[in-house]
């Protein structure tokens, strides 16, 4: 029996983006910016951190942003029919102080993230748990003789997919697409339920 671990991003796969929201509810510009813009994710968070700093952001206002917002329309069933099939892990850039409200939402699927430095309602910094971290997990996952699929939809994933046995974009952006064509893409769940099931039956 093949044993199969399906390994998934969370913004933008199954979450709204928080970034996005928050940029929303405070009309600040400049947290539009997502890794599907700046590939290298501490030059990102350093520019969040220096955002936030400056326009004086509280988490709470974030955790309020986060509250408002629900999975993507299909996300929870999603992950029940992917649970039936494969062991699901979630693997984000994300912190556990905004994902937690998601999971409960999502059923509690296993999540692997960050954490974020709070001092004073305000983030000063954030601890990731090691140095490339999706293709890490991956990795693991592989040397535990398990076969693994991935998908996301931005730069920051592309270590996870290159590691997996197979994996795939979702809802990805047409530059991320256009510079690794190599991944086949899925511009919904019922997309990728196919894609899965025809490479696990490969």
């Known amino acids: 029996m093949t044993l199969d671990v399906l390994c998934l991003d969370l913004e933008g796969v199954l979450i709204?983006?928080?970034?996005?929201?928050?940029?929303?509810?405070?009309q600040?510009?400049?947290?539009?910016?997502?890794?599907?813009?700046i590939p290298v994710y501490d030059e990102l968070m350093r520019?969040?951190?220096?955002t936030l700093a400056e326009h004086d952001i509280s988490l709470s206002l974030i955790e309020e942003v986060i509250e408002s917002l629900d999975p993507l329309p299909g996300a929870r069933e999603f992950l029940d029919w992917a649970r039936e099939r494969f062991q699901v892990a979630i693997i984000s850039d994300t912190?556990?102080?905004?994902?937690?409200?998601?999971?409960?939402?999502?059923?509690?699927p296993t999540l692997l993230c960050h954490n974020l430095v709070v001092e004073n309602d305000r983030i000063v910094d954030y601890r990731i748990r090691q140095p490339d971290p999706k293709r890490c997990s991956v990795r693991a996952f592989k040397s535990l003789q398990y076969r693994v699929f991935?998908?996301?939809d931005s730069y920051n994933d592309i270590s996870m997919l290159e590691e997996a046995d197979t994996g795939f974009?979702?809802?990805a952006p047409e530059n991320v697409?256009?510079?690794?064509?190599?991944?086949?893409?899925?511009e919904d769940y019922a997309a990728l339920q196919q894609l899965l099931t025809t490479a696990t039956s490969a």
């Open 28 to 37: 600040i510009e400049a947290l539009n910016k997502t890794t599907r813009d």
């Open 95 to 108: 912190f556990y102080q905004f994902a937690m409200p998601f999971m409960a939402k999502l059923g509690h």
């Open 177 to 186: 697409m256009n510079e690794f064509p190599q991944y086949q893409a899925a």
């Open 16 to 26: 709204p983006e928080v970034w996005l929201g928050v940029a929303a509810r405070t």
């Open 47 to 50: 520019s969040r951190l220096d």
């Open 169 to 171: 974009f979702f809802c």
């Open 150 to 152: 991935a998908a996301g």
